[in-house]
């Protein structure tokens, strides 16, 4: 019996790809061909980097507007760890359900925390370089896995794309960019190909969510104009290399909250030298100071229902029922905005 409901859910699941394929393709779906220089012989050859559907000049018209060459010159890397003191991380009570009882380690707490306070899911940035730096690769992976992400925040440089691959042995899911603008969505079926999500616009409001009924399964993503960022893992540490030498600022925005403070906004300014750079940075968690995030279900999560509420206040988007052509219907035009209601402090 069990063996025939995974059956019908994974031929729902793909008759649901099916349906939504008939729509124009946007930010989540298959890549389409970009242009080359077979079919147009006087365009310039496609960096390896770029890794969405949009030219390198439309690329670099966001990121490279003083249109300069790629910075050649001496580079360090910049290693450290987040911690973080103060109060423990509240709950986020979500309903999991028990198929996916596992991912409450994941999305059980407003932040993650290791044994000896490293924040997980901490996105790092440097800045304030006069220098042109591309991303080295046109893909950020992404790995769901009994109901979680691998990480509850990524960071990419606007050109590059998710991919994202489903390791489980039978639950399908079916990733798409809330705050973007999408007409389709794929399944990701359990062990196979990664399935591409594209941003097509820099932003910090993106949310990777799943279309299947689990409001919990979700991540921040942000689409940054610059390319020398990166996110804690589970024990709060980060690596940036390629980072020109000289004075830069460092930020960190800390998942689940913003901390508004002055010293918080302003960063950490730093010199980088050539070779390996070290910076430790400590953050205290004050909930009676810091702005927290609400948890959010995505716009087609219906209003009301036990499995996909938060108790810390989650508001719903849109209505929309859960057959494919509701889900459609919903879908088509320009998506609706983020349901993050955060604004998170981070350089442009």
């Known amino acids: 019996m069990t063996s025939q409901r995974v059956v019908r859910s994974e031929l729902m699941a793909v008759g649901l ?16 061909p970009p242009t080359s220089a077979s079919a147009a012989p006087s365009a310039a050859v496609a960096p390896a980097w770029l890794g969405i559907p949009k030219t390198k000049e439309e690329v670099e018209k966001e990121t490279n507007k003083s249109n300069r060459e790629p910075y050649a010159g001496k580079t360090g890397t910049l290693k450290g ?36 306070n490293g924040l997980a899911d901490a996105l790092v940035t440097v800045t304030g ?12 992976p992404v790995t769901v896995n009994q109901c979680a992400f691998d990480q509850r925040v990524y960071s990419l440089m606007f050109g590059q794309r998710l991919e994202v691959s489903n390791t489980d042995a039978v639950t399908s899911y079916t990733p798409f960019l809330d705050g973007a603008s999408y007409r389709s969505v794929m399944v990701a079926l359990p062990k196979g190909s990664p399935i591409k999500v594209l941003p097509l616009q820099p932003a910090i409001n993106y949310v990777l969510r799943d279309f299947q009924g689990k409001p919990f399964l979700q991540a921040r993503v942000f ?49 980088i030298n050539e070779g390996e750079n070290t910076l430790d940075l400590e953050i205290v968690f004050d909930p009676k100071v810091d702005k927290i995030e609400k948890s959010t279900v995505g716009p087609f999560e219906r209003r ?18 859960a057959g494919p052509s509701a889900s459609a219907r919903s879908s088509a035009g320009p998506a609706p905005k ?4 955060v604004k998170a402090a981070v350089p442009h």
């Open 17 to 32: 790809a099916i349906a939504w394929s008939t729509l124009a393709c946007g930010d989540s779906g298959p890549v389409p």
């Open 81 to 116: 760890k987040i911690k973080i003191t103060g109060e423990p991380p509240p709950d986020v009570e979500w309903a999991y359900g028990t198929e996916c009882a596992a991912a409450s380690s994941t999305y059980g707490k407003l932040f993650n925390v290791s044994a000896d």
């Open 129 to 140: 370089y006069d220098a042109y730096v591309p991303p080295k690769e046109p893909v950020v």
């Open 223 to 271: 689409s940054l104009k610059f390319g020398t960022h990166d996110v804690t893992d589970k024990t709060g540490a980060y690596v940036i290399d390629g980072i020109p030498v000289g004075d830069v600022v460092v930020n960190v925005v800390p998942p689940g909250f913003t901390k508004t403070d002055e010293a918080s906004q302003k960063g950490t300014a730093l010199k």
């Open 304 to 321: 009301g229902v036990p499995t996909g509420s938060a108790s810390s206040g989650a508001s719903a988007g849109p209505s929309a029922s």
């Open 338 to 341: 983020s349901t993050t209601g």
